[in-house]
């Protein structure tokens, strides 16, 4: 529970920042072998943690012995798996060196609004 909310949390605190693997100077792409075998680590590893998830998505009602229906939830859902998988990934690649930092913005020169097109008094 802990672990869930810090995640929630710390994303609404960083919104939609684009975001890297770092280690040094090097930047761990999508396709690079070190991201590709955490990835599938995490894979694997949540699979295993949860083998039946998907095979029960919604509540079982069971009834109790006066005949009045209960709600039996599954103690996995899909978001639990998810958030294994990524806790994985991530023990993972700092395991390897790597940080999770914000990806820098560009330093190249600007084009002012005039330059593209977008001048109002252009019209």
């Known amino acids: 529970m802990r672990w869930t909310l810090l995640l929630v949390v710390s994303s609404l605190l960083l919104g939609c920042t684009p975001m890297e693997w770092r280690r040094g100077g090097e930047v761990a792409s999508m396709d690079s072998d070190e991201y590709r075998n955490c990835r599938t680590h995490a894979y694997l590893e ?5 083998p039946l998830f998907g095979s029960f998505p919604y509540p079982f009602i069971g009834v109790d012995r006066s005949g009045r229906p209960f709600l ?27 940080d999770l930092v914000p990806i820098a913005p560009a330093s ?16």
């Open 46 to 50: 949540a699979n295993r943690r949860m």
């Open 72 to 98: 039996i939830n599954p103690p996995w859902s899909h978001s639990d798996r998810a958030m294994q998988e990524h806790w994985t990934l991530m023990q993972c690649m700092v395991s390897k060196g790597f």
């Open 108 to 123: 190249g020169p600007t084009v002012a609004p005039e330059k593209r097109g977008l001048d109002p008094g252009s019209q």
